[in-house]
């Protein structure tokens, strides 16, 4: 394998001059789907690039933008880019957001997307409200992202769908609120989860039971089945979706009447519900389910990053150290490397029953949800950059100390029994790291952005280079 880097040159709107101090770049945003990019400056504005080979002007963010992320709609594979601002004086927030639309013959090319929320529909801009505080954090995937408010202690988990019969129209639906009782120092969203990084290991919370609903774990009801009645439903209290009052539901539901789902229309999905148009009945609300972190509920459960052991879903016990998880990575749908505020790596790797765990688990049945080891290194990790790669059973990833290095090393999992006696063939997992090469910078690191499997961009202090593997 052979390393080699280029330096990236953007071009920049006119009203900038790429030497004046408003023109520094303080952070990276990488799409890898589209491989559009989003270039955060320090004053608090972002650049939009639809790709790395356009030549087209940038699409101006103007200020503030105190945080953004990336965020993906399917099916249509629609690109989004939001970001997050104060209002009225910090006390709510402000979410706009760009769509990467298609010009005909031409490239492709950012564009304001309007904005359905509650009452909002078709703004530029919807108010959110949650204080925002000092800053606030924003993690998108597929179909859904997060606010996370400081201030407010919370955590907001939206889904969002492209309107089909209105171009550049996303609807937003709030679909669960986490209440935060512990500090958080950082959150990741895959296609099916999301993790939090806390004091001594990761929570995760599966996706599905927050987004789409569903009987809560706790009350022992199980899963809602496909066949039940939108009144079945409505009897079991599902902790989000729609609420239906008695009005809206017909004595005769039909035999192709399913749950009472939620599909983001306002309306809900196999029922036979009455509109305001049919008679002026009572409207369907929208309710969001609330939990708090530490609870355990809807299948949620902590992972503790210290020497691999794992504690039940209700939390810690015992006095909590100050090793924190400060950066979580997803190299698959179901495994993450996790860095930690000591410079080291874990791997964290869920099973296929990791989202049907009791909250009273005990140590035994969370150890077979999740697998969790250390990488052994040496190097005092500070910045990390991976991407998804399902396609091989090696994956690359880049590290550096902070300082004028990048290292690239391989990862490949191997799995060995416990015991020779062993008579229920457990496995323990571990991973292999190789070096594959470092390079060297004039400049010093300040981020490292995953672009693809084996290539990386660099954003040093003035430049921006793209090391990769070939």
């Known amino acids: 394998m052979r390393l080699h880097a280029s330096k990236l040159d953007l071009p920049f709107p006119s009203s900038f001059s790429p030497s004046s101090p408003a023109a520094v770049v303080s952070s990276v945003l990488f799409e890898p789907s589209s491989r559009s990019l989003s270039l955060m400056l320090v004053d608090s504005s972002a650049l939009l690039y639809p790709s790395l080979l356009s030549s087209a002007t940038p699409v101006t963010v103007p200020p503030p933008s105190t945080a953004a992320c990336f965020l993906r709609l399917l099916p249509s594979a629609t690109v989004l ?63 859904a992202f997060v606010v996370h408010s400081i201030a407010a202690s ?17 609807h937003l639906v709030k679909c669960a609120v986490v209440e935060l009782t512990l500090p958080i120092y950082s959150i990741t969203l895959s296609m099916g989860f999301m993790l939090i990084g806390e ?11 927050l987004i789409k609903g569903g009987i809560r774990n706790s009350g022992g009801l199980g899963h809602k089945k496909a066949s039940a009645s939108v009144g079945d439903l409505r009897k079991k209290n599902l902790p989000n979706g729609l609420v239906i009052p008695k009005s809206r539901i017909k004595k005769s539901l039909g035999p192709d009447s399913g749950g009472g789902r939620c599909d983001c229309r306002g309306g809900t999905k196999g029922s036979a519900v009455e509109t305001m148009a049919d ?42 150290s100050s090793l924190k998880a400060v950066c979580i990575h997803m190299l698959s749908p179901k495994k993450f490397l996790i860095l930690d505020s000591a410079g080291d790596l874990h791997v964290l790797s ?37 991407l998804p790669d399902i396609s091989s059973k090696i994956q690359f990833v880049w590290i550096s100390d902070g300082g004028y290095s990048i290292h690239l090393i391989s990862m490949a999992d ?43 961009l660099v954003l040093c202090q003035g430049n921006m280079f793209i090391y990769g593997v070939v």
């Not at 706009?96 to 529909?121: E, K, Q, T, V």
């Open 81 to 143: 880019f939001l970001s997050a601002a104060p209002l009225a004086a910090g006390s709510s927030i402000q979410l706009r957001a760009w769509i990467l639309l298609p010009r005909g013959g031409s490239a492709a090319a950012f564009a304001p997307a309007r904005l359905d929320y509650r009452n909002d529909r078709g703004r530029s801009a919807v108010a959110l409200s949650l204080p925002h505080g000092l800053s606030v954090r924003l993690a998108g995937s597929v179909n």
């Open 279 to 320: 008679g002026g009945s009572a409207p369907c609300k929208l309710k969001t389910v609330r939990l708090k972190q530490d609870s355990g509920d809807h299948y949620s459960f902590f992972v503790v990053i210290r020497g691999g052991e794992f504690q039940t879903c209700k939390g810690r016990i015992g006095v909590p």
């Open 350 to 386: 869920l099973n296929d029953s990791g989202t049907a765990m009791e909250p009273n688990a005990q140590f035994s049945m969370i150890s077979k949800l999740a697998d969790l080891h250390p990488l052994d290194h040496v190097m005092e990790v500070q910045m990390l950059a991976a």
């Open 414 to 456: 191997t799995e060995h029994a416990i015991g020779e006696s062993d008579k229920d063939e457990s496995k323990h997992k571990s991973t292999i790291i190789s070096v594959v090469g470092a390079i060297f910078t004039s400049e010093k690191i300040q981020e490292v952005v995953p672009m693809s499997s084996n290539s990386c």
């Open 199 to 209: 004091v001594d290991g990761v929570r995760v919370f599966p996706l599905r039971p």
């Open 154 to 170: 919370q955590i907001w988990v939206f889904a969002a769908r492209l309107d089909a019969g209105a171009e550049a129209t996303i």
